[in-house]
């Protein structure tokens, strides 16, 4: 699912720092927002939210990205429940 939905702009693998649209995911679960030092291109919004990427926060953001956080620079909506578990479990194991 990570593959199909995410990975044509965000890799997973541990320290790559190769630019891509989005920022390297790799141990996002329990990471603040805004918080990947070598990624550059994040909203005014994602870093003044002083979010904290849980099960709850992974669940709006997937669901509606932009309506749950406008003036976002990612938007990304997922209908489908069990993809989005599927999603946020996966990023869960990146550590």
Request: proline share 2%.
């Amino acid at each position: 699912m990570f593959i199909k939905n995410c990975a044509t702009c965000h890799s997973v693998q541990k320290g790559d720092k190769t630019l891509r649209a989005g920022p390297n995911l790799w141990g996002v679960f329990g990471r603040k927002a805004a918080a990947q030092k070598d990624y550059t291109m994040y909203s005014e919004a994602i870093k003044k939210s002083g979010l904290i990427w849980n099960d709850q926060n992974l669940d709006k953001w997937l669901t509606n990205s932009g309506g749950f956080m406008p003036g976002t620079n990612m938007y990304y909506m997922q209908a489908d429940a069990s993809v989005r578990k599927t999603i946020i479990d996966y990023l869960k194991t990146l550590k």
